[in-house]
Nanobody
Framework: QVQLVESGGGLVQAGGSLRLSCAAS????????MGWFRQAPGKEREFVAA????????SYADSVKARFTISRDNAKNAVYLQMNSLRPEDTASYYC????????????????WGQGTQVTVSS
């Protein structure tokens, strides 16, 4: 099992930046692909970005490409989401998630979830 705790959310003006972190427990973090998802009020949870075990494969939602960057540090059991050029429509709760081995872009593919961190972008 793996436990996930997100941090780094907050209130930022449009055009600003935030860096989200996700700390994972467990000795097998390096065998989990990691993903970031977000959920706005009244909307379904949606894929944002995912990274493979080694970091060699990465996938982004079209809506965040060229603005967000996912990375991981297996020595620190952590995954990050650097968010630049933030827009009001990026406002949501952001969740990190883990699944064994291969990356995926759908909610149902992930086995472990954090509690989320709120990101609010003001216009």
């Amino acid at each position: 099992q793996v436990q996930l705790v997100e941090s780094g959310g907050g209130l930022v003006q449009a055009g600003g930046s935030l860096r989200l972190s996700c700390a994972a427990s467990g000795r097998t973090f390096s065998s989990y692909a990691m993903g970031w998802f977000r959920q706005a009020p009244g909307k379904e949870r949606e894929f944002v970005a995912a990274i493979s075990v080694s970091g060699g494969r990465i996938s982004y939602a079209d809506s965040v490409k060229a603005r967000f960057t996912i990375s991981r540090d297996n020595a620190k059991n952590a995954v990050y989401l650097q968010m630049n050029s933030l827009r009001p429509e990026d406002t949501a709760s952001y969740y990190c998630a883990a699944r064994r081995i291969n990356i995926a872009t759908v909610v149902s593919a992930y086995d472990y979830w954090g509690q989320g961190t709120q990101v609010t972008v003001s216009s």
